[in-house]
């Protein structure tokens, strides 16, 4: 059988380990336009800020890794067109310029996504990068050496994470977004109005509610930004608007969604039943709704490719769906959030009720403490538990893992109040935070 995988970040890098660990007869061969594999662009904002000192630990695999295992390693290869009825895929080495033509009986779309780049005057200047790859990091680190004033556009977790590295490295920093909120898509007012207010005790410059109109420079290099609403001095922009799904080889060949996500079942099958999809390209379950949705994570891309790798000959295991679960630490505070916001369940049209409660991490007895702040999100009816935040100067961050298993298994918030947790004081109290929530709910 032979096997083609176009990309190899994430779910590339599972799937091809997984396909060549459980069926070694098969042939396998990866395009990757890159020279690298595996990039942990999460990590990114750590690597610019010198908390990784040593980008290699950034990478869990290479090539080589994967080529001892008997995978054909073709990098820096462009896949250029792909024929599912033909099944055929042509391919251009982006080295010499020669093209080449390969057949194949699976393909795996682990194409990943890609920055948006938003059409704004100026935007060609230099020093406008964008936050992905490996190649982007160092860019971002080398250009930031003579920059004083950086300005960041999007305020998701890109975003807020290379403001915080910016700001300890010592520059001015702007950050802009069209949104009235940071964090809007994870978070609740109630917790992201506690991360402004640290950002803007810290110095950063908040531009919330605005939207870019176009950048102007002097010789080349990018000078100011302005918005609707001002302007920013800037010699450095990083742009963190947001992802698209990498599909258009197999537009018009698989259902996808209208922003071109791969749609799979859950055996990361698409449309086409010898093509399969994994990671930021496609769409998948989302339980909150039980809709497919586009939620592009580490943690979902490496679940899916690997189970591209058990389902590729016949249907084995299947995806259990997602919560879309995610955690944050900025500056003195860690926090996360699994599932639906307040906010995203109305926009859903749901009718949901919500708990939140402030409670000290440890018994007040005990030397010291921290308060965490946990929001549950429940349907008023079925009483089902559909999403929930913490924000904490104390990690209590795995309590969304907890929450993501609840959400998972269609848990109530009244079924929360009685779960059976651990009491030592070191840690918690008699009653676990998420216990008192939900008998709070309850009450």
């Not at 992802?243 to 197999?250: A, K, S, Y």
Request: hydrophobic content about 40%.
């Amino acid at each position: 059988m032979k096997v083609a995988v176009v990309g190899c970040t994430h779910a590339g890098t599972a799937a091809v380990s997984n396909i060549a660990s459980l069926y070694p007869e098969a042939e396998v061969t990866v395009y990757e336009r890159n020279d690298n594999v595996s990039f942990l662009s999460c990590g990114i904002a750590l690597y610019v800020g010198g908390v990784v000192k040593d980008p290699k630990g950034l990478f869990y695999s290479s090539p080589e890794q994967l080529e001892n295992m008997g995978v054909t390693m073709k990098m820096k290869h462009e896949v250029l067109s792909i024929d599912s009825d033909q099944k055929t895929i042509k391919v251009k080495n982006l080295e010499t310029g020669e093209q080449l033509e390969d057949e194949f009986d699976k393909l795996v779309m682990a194409t990943g996504s890609w920055p948006v780049v938003p059409p704004i005057q100026g935007i060609d200047l230099d020093n406008i990068l964008l936050s992905k790859n490996y190649n982007q990091a160092n860019k971002i680190i080398e250009r930031a050496e003579n920059a004083e004033r950086v300005t960041v556009i999007g305020a998701g977790y890109i975003g807020v994470e290379l403001v915080e590295s910016f700001q300890k490295y010592g520059k001015e920093v702007t950050l802009i977004d069209g949104e009235d909120r940071i964090l809007s898509k994870y978070l609740d007012p109630e917790f992201t109005d506690v991360i402004e207010d640290d950002f803007k005790t810290k110095g950063i410059d908040l531009a919330l509610n605005e939207t870019v109109t176009r950048f102007e420079g002097t010789e080349g290099k990018v000078t100011k930004v302005y918005t609707n609403k001002g302007e920013y001095s800037a010699d450095l922009v990083i742009l963190c608007v947001g992802f698209r799904p990498n599909t258009e080889l197999v537009k018009g060949q698989v259902d996808m969604l209208d922003n071109g996500a791969i749609i799979v079942d859950e055996y990361m099958r698409t449309s086409n039943k010898d093509i399969f999809a994994a990671g930021d390209s496609c769409a998948i379950k989302y339980n909150p709704t039980g809709e497919h949705a586009y939620i592009p994570l580490a943690t979902n891309a490496v679940r899916m490719g690997t189970l591209v790798g058990r389902n590729i000959m016949k249907p084995t295991i299947k995806y259990m769906g997602t919560q879309g679960t995610s955690g944050l630490h900025l500056f003195d505070h860690s926090m996360a959030s699994t599932g639906l916001t307040e906010k995203a369940a109305v926009l859903a049209g749901m009718n949901v009720k919500t708990i939140t409660i402030k409670e000290n991490n440890r018994p007040e007895f005990m030397p010291d403490y921290e308060v965490i702040t946990l929001k549950v999100v429940y349907e008023e009816e079925s009483r089902r538990i559909v999403g929930a935040q913490v924000i904490s100067k104390a990690d209590v961050t795995q309590s969304m893992n907890t929450l993501s298993v609840c959400i998972q298994n269609n848990m109530t918030v009244d079924d929360l109040g009685f779960v059976d947790f651990f009491f030592q004081p070191h840690f918690n109290k008699p009653w676990n935070f998420l216990n008192q929530a939900g008998l709070q709910a309850v009450q």
